[in-house]
């Protein structure tokens, strides 16, 4: 109806894309009984452009216009409410909701005015805090610190399971490890994501463990590695 309307026309993202507003913007509609003029559509101006598709993480626009939401990083994190395919995590990265990598990429929205609408900016309470911090927010707090938000209906258990992936795929830190292994049991949802981000978070441990063993010693890991595989 956008797309007849003259709003824009559909990209290659699926999205609406209007020639100076790129596609950051909501659409609405006002039911009417009142004669409006009849507008006309616009033309598709995204050529041979393919940057929304190939920057995908997932891979989730397996066509032009056509979005696989089963792929999709902002389907997984917001609307899915199950336990998030192993084989999408570590593509999440650091994304806890969302992820609209298409948009970022867009020629059409890099000269796109930013909102003076203050409840689309950032809050201070989600401006680079660290992800334990994140975690370790009680529901009351989530639900605070969220209220107005879009954030807030995805609810505390998505809330916990997307934080999980995203420390699974951060740097080693010990903090990171307490904070999963402080609230693994309370729900089997986010105790499976949990798990995952532990396995991970072990697993650079061990790297940073070797990377940091005196010379002489990696020296030896190194003989040992090459010449007695069954060993090493």
């Given at each position: 109806?956008?797309?007849k309307?003259?709003?824009?026309?559909?990209?290659?993202h699926?999205?609406?894309l209007?020639?100076?507003?790129g596609?950051?913007?909501?659409?609405?509609?006002?039911?009417?009984?009142?004669?409006l003029?009849?507008?006309?559509?616009v033309d598709n101006?995204?050529?041979?452009?393919?940057?929304?598709m190939?920057?995908?993480?997932?891979?989730?626009?397996?066509?032009e216009?056509?979005v696989?939401?089963?792929?999709c990083?902002?389907y997984?994190t917001i609307?899915y409410d199950g336990?998030?395919?192993?084989e999408f995590?570590?593509?999440?990265?650091?994304?806890i909701?969302?992820?609209?990598?298409?948009?970022?990429?867009?020629?059409?929205?890099?000269e796109?005015?930013?909102?003076?609408?203050?409840?689309?900016h950032?809050?201070?309470?989600?401006?680079?805090?660290?992800?334990?911090?994140?975690f370790?927010?009680?529901?009351?707090?989530?639900l605070?610190?969220t209220?107005?938000?879009a954030i807030?209906r995805?609810?505390?258990?998505?809330?916990?399971?997307n934080?999980?992936?995203a420390?699974?795929?951060a740097?080693?830190?010990?903090?990171?490890v307490?904070s999963?292994?402080?609230?693994?049991?309370e729900?089997?949802?986010?105790?499976?994501?949990?798990?995952?981000a532990?396995?991970e978070?072990?697993?650079?441990r061990?790297?940073i463990?070797?990377?940091?063993?005196?010379t002489g010693?990696r020296r030896?890991?190194?003989?040992?590695e090459?010449?007695?595989?069954?060993?090493?």
């Amino acid at each position: 109806m956008a797309e007849k309307a003259g709003l824009g026309w559909t990209g290659k993202h699926s999205l609406i894309l209007n020639e100076e507003t790129g596609s950051w913007f909501f659409l609405g509609e006002l039911l009417v009984d009142l004669p409006l003029p009849t507008d006309t559509p616009v033309d598709n101006q995204c050529g041979k452009c393919v940057a929304c598709m190939t920057s995908c993480p997932t891979q989730a626009i397996v066509a032009e216009g056509v979005v696989d939401a089963r792929r999709c990083i902002s389907y997984l994190t917001i609307e899915y409410d199950g336990v998030i395919p192993l084989e999408f995590r570590h593509a999440i990265g650091n994304r806890i909701y969302g992820c609209d990598d298409c948009q970022l990429v867009c020629p059409f929205n890099r000269e796109a005015e930013l909102t003076l609408e203050a409840d689309f900016h950032c809050r201070p309470s989600l401006d680079q805090q660290p992800l334990s911090t994140l975690f370790n927010w009680d529901e009351e707090t989530f639900l605070s610190l969220t209220q107005g938000s879009a954030i807030r209906r995805i609810g505390i258990k998505k809330w916990r399971r997307n934080l999980a992936i995203a420390m699974g795929n951060a740097s080693y830190d010990a903090e990171i490890v307490a904070s999963l292994q402080a609230r693994h049991g309370e729900d089997a949802l986010v105790d499976a994501h949990i798990e995952w981000a532990l396995g991970e978070q072990e697993s650079k441990r061990q790297r940073i463990d070797v990377t940091e063993l005196p010379t002489g010693t990696r020296r030896l890991v190194r003989i040992i590695e090459k010449g007695l595989p069954r060993d090493a």
